[in-house]
């Protein structure tokens, strides 16, 4: 028997959501593949996951903290089987979207493959979600997000510049490179099916996004004003305005004082005189300053600092735990993060004037079994 879990969402007021509608089947996988589908269903899509029979997390964990699956139920399918086959079938010729993450090839010797599903229901969004793209010479090659980093050019200049270079936790590939890129193709292609009436397939590669990421970093490289290596550069924390500085109390604060007023702000409110810093922006200065500031920020703790620094426009601010900035310790009062007796978990984002969005609940529920829901049935 198909087991199926659920979780019971609900929907913020104020309005209709701005995907409510749209019915979106994704084949259940990792990283950028859920964090995209959770993105359009946090927006109103109708969201179901199919999951293989017998799958489970190789990563373990409590499931009822798997945030990434929220906003949609699943349904365990044995896609081998003749019935499990037609079961998805049926439930693509309903979709908007087809949502898959598998290394390409592997959708095709299931039977599920876009030439066949698109064939089925041609207004479908066959959105393909995979490291190195569906064809050239790494396609079938595994990867993660540290790879994609490396072989795009996104890992390089991370780092300290004294060591090996430093994967900025999963952020950059799998969810921003990854999940946002689909996301965003998605829509897109639902905008022009609005004008064709028909769907089409999507090559979501995390290569491809990271390289749009550094886009910026591309221009300032042939401007010259970006290092090739680490070091030296205006945002990799050689500047000693926009780097993280460690306290007494062992913690850190960041300063981010990039414009001459922050900058002077800044240096002033360490108590130093602003002529004792000209000329900020020439790096030739900015290794003997950056041990002077340190040297002063490590008197006092981080809380002394954000309390010294909070009335001044300096952009200094606590690193903040993921705990501490879901009680809003940094004072934004956004409320970005959800935080309840049992829980924390980021809010659904952007904001709408007047649309809604779908607020998730506590927890998941991995062991609901309420069948398949009934948008996917009428």
């Known amino acids: 028997m198909d087991e199926t879990r659920g979780n019971s969402d609900e929907d ?10 749209i019915k979106v089947l994704e084949f259940s996988g990792l990283g950028p593949t859920p964090f995209g589908a959770m993105m359009l269903c946090d927006l109103g899509a109708d969201g179901l996951r199919i999951e293989r029979k017998g799958a489970i997390n190789p990563l373990g964990g409590d499931p009822r903290f798997d945030f990434l699956f929220r906003g949609r139920p699943s ?37 599920l493959g876009p030439d066949r599903l698109c064939a089925l229901n041609d207004r479908l969004v066959y959105a393909r979600m995979s490291g190195w793209g569906q064809d050239g010479p790494l396609s079938q090659k595994a990867g993660h997000d540290i790879n994609y980093l490396a072989l795009s050019g996104g890992l390089y200049p991370i780092g300290p510049f004294d060591g090996p270079p430093t ?40 290569i491809d996004g990271i390289s749009v990421l550094m886009t910026q970093l591309a221009g300032w490289m042939q401007m010259g004003q ?26 850190h604060i960041a300063v981010g004082a990039l414009e001459k007023p922050l900058h002077d702000a800044f240096v002033t409110g360490l108590g130093f005189e602003i002529e004792e810093f000209p000329d900020y922006l020439n790096p030739v200065h900015w290794a003997a300053r950056s041990e002077r500031v340190a040297a002063i920020v490590r008197r006092r703790t981080m809380k ?10 300096a ?64």
């Not at 049926?90 to 090839?105: F, M, N, Q, S, W």
């Not at 010294?308 to 426009?313: H, K, Q, V, W």
Request: with cysteine; proline share 7%; hydrophobic share 35%.
């Open 315 to 378: 952009c200094v601010t606590p690193v903040l735990s993921l705990e501490e900035a879901a009680r809003d310790e940094g004072g934004t009062g956004r409320g970005s993060i959800i935080a309840t007796e049992t829980s924390f978990q980021p809010r659904p984002a952007p904001r709408f004037s007047k649309s809604a969005v779908r607020m998730p609940a506590e927890t998941l529920d991995p062991t609901a079994h309420s069948g398949i829901p009934k948008e996917w049935i009428d």
């Open 226 to 251: 970006w290092n090739a290596g680490r070091g030296g550069n205006l945002l990799d924390g050689s500047a000693y305005f926009y780097r993280c500085y460690e306290t007494s109390d062992g913690r």
């Open 167 to 206: 994967p900025p936790v999963n952020f950059v590939g799998n969810f921003g490179g990854g999940g946002m890129f689909l996301a965003t193709g998605v829509l897109a292609a639902l905008r022009e099916r609005d004008r064709s009436g028909k769907g089409q397939v999507l090559d979501v590669a995390m």
């Open 304 to 313: 002394e600092w954000t309390e010294l620094f909070s009335p001044l426009d």
């Open 75 to 111: 349904i365990a399918i044995d896609m081998k089987s003749p019935e499990g086959l037609e079961k998805v079938l049926t439930l693509t010729a309903k979709a908007d979207v087809v949502i898959e993450g598998y290394r390409p090839g592997t959708m095709e010797r299931l039977g």
């Open 12 to 21: 913020s007021g104020g309005g209709t959501m701005p995907l409510a509608g």
